[in-house]
């Protein structure tokens, strides 16, 4: 019980702060009070007519004027209000008496019941509204009683199509199906569990309902089946003055008026409810300025102390010098189309910033952070999820959206040129031929509504000029590539599979030959078996046609199997960073330490998995000093004072955010 | 694509069943002794009484009678209107004509302004024109459109003459003033369908564009002509096209008050005159044809929805 009521307190408090809302609901709150005190309001008697004053334009006595017949405009206007909201609250309140047990019924008991009521329904609701209402009212005759009955019907279907969806959805709730099991009886259940949580949505279409009965009077009025003379109501004035039309022009706008501003605020009470209710629909968003580029305003979150500190801990990135290895060597040699310059980075990420618009201000979410990827080279991103692992790659390709995201500092350097201070003509040239990336979800990075060849196709398009034919050839090779039939070219995503669209997402981030393949966790969404394949399928797509890669992921054995290199983050930043080999058997930062504890190959049968105690910090939640000493197991006083630069472990090659780094022994063995 | 059409079509016999059962039982609301109200009331002479009575087959059994109705209507005869003693079929097939223009001509200025109007808000939401187009749609969902429509003939038809007050034109006589007699009519009904599309059309805007697939599409160096006019538009338009099929019975439904203000001899104003003079078997027919027009519009929509999203075409 006191759930309710503490639901209905937050969704008022929420609605209070909709100036909109609350200008709506004290004009109905007026117009409410309005109806009931009309004897006490009107200025004169709305039906006595005075044909001397007839169509008189506003007076003091008069202070809307006078109709045909010389009747006072205000008065007939107020006493219409009166039998105008009177209809609309009847019509909605017969409609929610017969839809509420309709919808509980139906979708409480479904089968049969279900079936049998909601055809009744469909067929009710094929009828386009006003003609339903129009041929129930013509049969009945014209009168009030009629027209309000006549609506009804109209309005009884879409209520109880509403209050059925909801209660289904309530029935397959946990605590519901749990009630239902101890044998709560069905009507209990229905009174106490299923109407108060299904009655929500209701709750908002009953005051949009409010306004759509008020139209629908007014229309049926119009025409002269609703409200009989001498009572009048906002419709039936309306007709009136419709018959003046060429010389009385003036005497529509008030009723007409009346109506609109009424059904407005009935309008926007429901939109507010809806809001304050929480339930999803088209709802105002914030302002978006640029679409498919990441905002960059340098400096924007240089906020004191903290970040000139970290600016002083770390003068210059120091960024460790390329490793040519053999197979880097040999991926080389595959790029003949180019000349490569092995010794300089392809890609270098320097003191990359990275924060959101929030609530409480600009939160940095990735700071700090650097790191080289030198031609063939493929460097792995570690890091639980929350480090700021995919904020970081889709920084690189400025794919992140703005807002809540911007870059507040550092630089991209993408062969010799900050993509971060390119216009979006010059960063959309180099996505594809430059750099390309897949992504974790393969079942929504597909266009639903086209082919996959034409997908594939339209990524060289966009880039070469070819022709259609030649795409679709072109499409047909990628295919191949990737190890999907050429004869699916013509699929549509959701034809395929998951790893078969992980496959066709190879293909299209494939399509221009990029010289940096982006992969953010490209497996993770994955099956296992499917995810064995499809590292496999990059490695040799990688080794093939030799070019550079970031792949991000939280699991060590990937990186183990695919990378040169490592770099491994928590909580936005970068805490070591080093060759693969060299991470993995000597370790020189105790959050690594722990990761590679904690992966399962190393547990012998029947011990327990290792886990970091405690949980990842949230942005914002962090202290000056380094970030993990609250779980870390070497920590000292001093590691939480300062803010602490990424540094040379034992070799030049091997960098740690570790102050204890030179006094520590770690490994993976504890 | 074609398995569900016929899927769809097999779904509308039990509906139409329904439906037909609904129409035909109107005769029981009629109050009184049906033959005495459906002739004109008590005034109404003995052999008039009598004649409705043969002429409906009002001592046969409900169900009797509804068998005879349907029978007739599957062969689209609704029998004779009680007022001229024509063939209801013939006055429908004289008007339908006339309101399909109107609704055509009303869903051609609905489209006309919502796709521009929703597509520029779900770009730039928050920007001015978001906002025009917020306020913009939120009056035209409020603002009865007889009213629309009343206040249209005094500025452009009164005021200045640039169209006609009322009346029709049949396409066939004049083409020129066939469409200078629906502009007005067409404002007033389609300015108001527009409110909600635009709307529709935002929203469904902005959550496509925040959307993965079109981030894929960015990634992949698209640019906005692409992205946004290609991937982003085509998926935005999915539940456009079915709020517009909702839109269109609405549509139908206040036509009937726009064909009664600009005095169009369509179905609408046949079909208050029949409900003035009780004309039983015309507002029966005339109901049933507007359901026709709705199940007709409903599946033509589903048929686009099929091509615009093709995960529908196989489940």
Request: aromatic share 6%; net charge neutral; with cysteine.
């Amino acid at each position: 019980m006191s759930r309710g009521r503490g639901t209905i307190a937050r969704a008022w408090s929420r609605y209070r702060k909709n100036p909109g809302a609350m200008i709506a609901l004290g004009f109905l709150v007026l117009l409410g009070l309005v109806a009931l005190f009309a004897e006490a309001i009107m200025p004169h008697d709305p039906n006595k007519q005075d044909l001397v004053n007839a169509f008189q334009k506003p007076s003091g006595d008069h202070w809307l004027g006078t109709d045909d017949l010389g009747r006072d405009m205000a008065s007939r206007l107020i006493s219409a209000s009166r039998v105008s909201l009177r209809i609309s609250f009847q019509v909605v309140g017969s409609a929610l008496l017969f839809a509420i047990p309709i919808g509980l019924i139906a979708g409480y008991f479904g089968g049969k019941i279900d079936n049998f009521l909601m055809r009744i329904m469909d067929g009710l609701m094929s009828f386009p509204a006003l003609i339903l209402a129009l041929a129930v009212a013509g049969i009945l005759g014209p009168g009030i009683t009629n027209a309000a009955l006549a609506l009804t019907v109209v309005f009884v279907p879409s209520f109880s199509r509403l209050m059925r969806g909801q209660t289904l959805a309530v029935r397959q709730e946990t605590f519901v199906e749990a009630s239902h099991s101890i044998g709560t009886p069905s009507r209990r259940i229905i009174v106490r569990h299923v109407l108060p949580n299904a009655i929500s949505p209701v709750v908002v279409q009953t005051s949009l309902a409010l306004g759509g009965a008020l139209l629908a009077e007014a229309g049926l009025s119009f025409l002269g089946l609703g409200v009989q003379p001498p009572d009048a109501s906002w419709g039936s004035m309306l007709r009136r003055s419709y018959d003046f039309i060429f010389t009385e022009a003036w005497m529509m706008l008030i009723p007409g008026l009346a109506i609109a501003l009424t059904v407005l605020s009935f309008n926007t009470v429901g939109d507010g409810l809806r809001d304050a209710l929480g339930i999803a629909g088209v709802s105002r968003r914030e302002r978006k300025e640029r679409r498919g580029l990441t905002t960059v305003v340098r400096g924007a979150n240089g906020n004191g102390d903290a970040t000139a500190a970290a600016a002083a801990a770390s003068p210059t990135p120091t960024l460790p010098p390329p490793v040519l290895t053999e197979a880097i060597r040999e991926r080389n040699a595959k790029r003949t189309d180019e000349s490569i310059d092995a010794s300089r980075p392809l890609l270098s990420v320097e003191g990359l910033e990275v924060s959101f618009q929030t609530p409480r201000g600009l939160l940095k979410v990735v700071e700090d952070v650097n790191f080289a990827i030198f031609p063939g080279e493929t460097l792995g991103l570690v890091g639980e999820s929350g480090s700021g692992k995919t904020v970081t790659s889709l920084s690189i390709m400025r794919l992140l959206p703005s807002p809540p995201a911007r870059v507040t500092a550092g630089r991209v350097m993408l062969e010799g040129r900050d993509v971060l201070s390119l216009s979006f003509r010059e960063v959309r040239e180099l996505r594809g031929p430059t750099m390309a990336m897949i992504f974790q979800d393969p079942m929504t990075s597909l266009n639903p509504a086209f082919t996959i060849g034409n997908q594939i196709g339209e990524a060289v398009r966009w880039h070469e000029p070819i022709n259609r034919k030649q795409a679709t050839k072109r499409a047909a090779e990628l295919l191949d590539l990737v190890g999907i039939p050429t004869t699916r070219l013509g699929a549509y995503p959701h034809e395929l599979s998951g790893g078969m669209r992980q496959r066709a997402m190879i293909a299209i981030a494939l399509a221009c030959n990029p010289k940096l393949l982006i992969c953010d966790e490209p497996t993770t969404a994955l099956d296992v078996t499917i995810q064995a394949q499809i590292l496999e399928l990059m490695k040799s797509l990688r080794d093939e046609l030799g070019m550079a890669m970031l792949f991000v992921t939280h699991d060590l054995g990937v990186v183990a199997d695919i990378c040169d290199r490592v770099a491994v983050m928590y909580a936005g930043q970068i805490v070591e960073q080093a060759e693969a080999t060299a991470l993995f058997h000597n370790p020189q930062h105790p959050y690594t330490e722990g990761l590679l504890k904690a992966m399962p190959q190393d547990t012998k049968p029947g011990e327990a998995l290792y886990v970091i105690p405690g949980r990842v910090p949230s942005p914002g939640e962090h202290d000056i000093g380094c970030r993990f000493a609250n779980r870390c197991a070497y920590a000292k006083v001093e590691c939480g004072q300062q803010p602490i630069a990424l540094g040379t472990a034992d070799d030049e090659a091997h960098l740690s955010r570790c102050i204890r780094v030179h006094e520590l022994t770690l490994g993976k063995a504890p | 694509m074609l398995t569900m059409i016929a899927r769809r079509l097999l779904v509308l016999i039990p509906l139409l069943l329904v439906v037909s059962f609904a129409i035909f039982g109107l005769v029981v609301l009629v109050p009184g002794d049906a033959a005495i109200t459906l002739a004109g009331g008590p005034d109404a002479t003995p052999e008039r009484i009598e004649q409705v009575r043969q002429e409906l087959g009002l001592d046969d059994p409900f169900l009797v009678q509804y068998g005879r109705w349907l029978k007739g209507a599957v062969q689209f005869d609704f029998g004779n209107s009680l007022q001229s003693s024509a063939p209801v079929t013939e006055e429908i097939r004289d008007r339908l004509p006339v309101t399909l223009s109107v609704v055509g001509a009303a869903l051609f200025v609905a489209m006309l302004i919502a796709i521009p109007a929703g597509i520029m808000a779900g770009l730039r939401p928050g920007g001015i024109l978001d906002r025009l187009a917020l306020i913009g749609s939120s009056i035209g969902i409020s603002v009865p459109g007889f009213w629309m429509a009343m206040i249209l003939i005094t500025v452009f038809a009164i005021q200045r003459s640039w169209f006609p007050a009322i009346g029709y034109v049949p396409f066939g006589e004049d083409p020129v003033e066939w469409a200078k007699h629906l502009v007005l009519p067409g404002l007033a009904l389609g300015a108001l369908a527009s409110a909600s599309q635009t709307r529709q059309l935002r929203g469904a805007l902005l959550d496509v564009l925040d959307s993965n697939y079109i981030r894929t599409g960015w990634a992949k160096g698209g640019a906005p002509r692409w992205v946004i006019g290609k991937h982003a538009l085509k998926n935005a338009a999915i539940p456009a096209v079915t709020v517009l099929g909702l839109q269109t019975g609405a549509l139908l439904g206040s036509g009937v008050i726009i064909e009664q203000i600009f005095s169009i001899p369509g179905l609408g104003t046949y079909l208050v005159r029949a409900i003035q003079s009780q004309d039983l078997p015309v507002i029966q027919g005339v109901t049933v044809l507007f359901v026709l027009m709705n199940v007709t519009i409903n599946l033509l929509v589903d048929i686009t929805y099929g091509y615009l999203n093709p995960k529908v075409r196989v489940s």
